[in-house]
Nanobody
């Protein structure tokens, strides 16, 4: 099995920055099949939405609401994906979830980390 462990959430004032990390642990055989990595978020009363994604070829895409402020990156040697969040706004407040997909279309999810941006 593969477990995703997120870290880096917390409380920050508007305009501040946070960096989220998500490391895949567990079966090396399955981890080696991981290709796409992504971050999603879910605010209270709203559906989970894609924030940013990165492919094995390092192509990225972002939700319009975070373009120019957030940056997704990955370190394959560490089986880790990052989300650098700058110029945070109160509307970025949500639980952020790490997601990884492998070449057999298995989906792995982290438990989520809370990000709260105060105005």
């Amino acid at each position: 099995q593969v477990q995703l462990v997120e870290s880096g959430g917390g409380l920050v004032q508007a305009g501040g920055s946070l960096r989220l990390s998500c490391e895949a642990t567990g079966s090396i055989f399955r981890i080696n099949r991981i290709n796409a990595m992504a971050w999603y978020r879910q605010a209270p009363g709203k559906q989970r939405e894609l924030v940013a994604a990165i492919t094995s070829g390092y192509s990225t895409n972002y939700a319009d609401s975070v373009k120019g402020r957030f940056t997704i990156s990955r370190d394959n040697a560490k089986n880790t994906v990052y989300l650098q969040m700058n110029s945070l706004k109160p509307e970025d407040t949500a639980v952020y979830y790490c997601n990884m997909k492998d070449s057999l279309d298995h989906d792995y999810w982290g438990r989520g980390t809370q990000v709260t941006v105060s105005s």
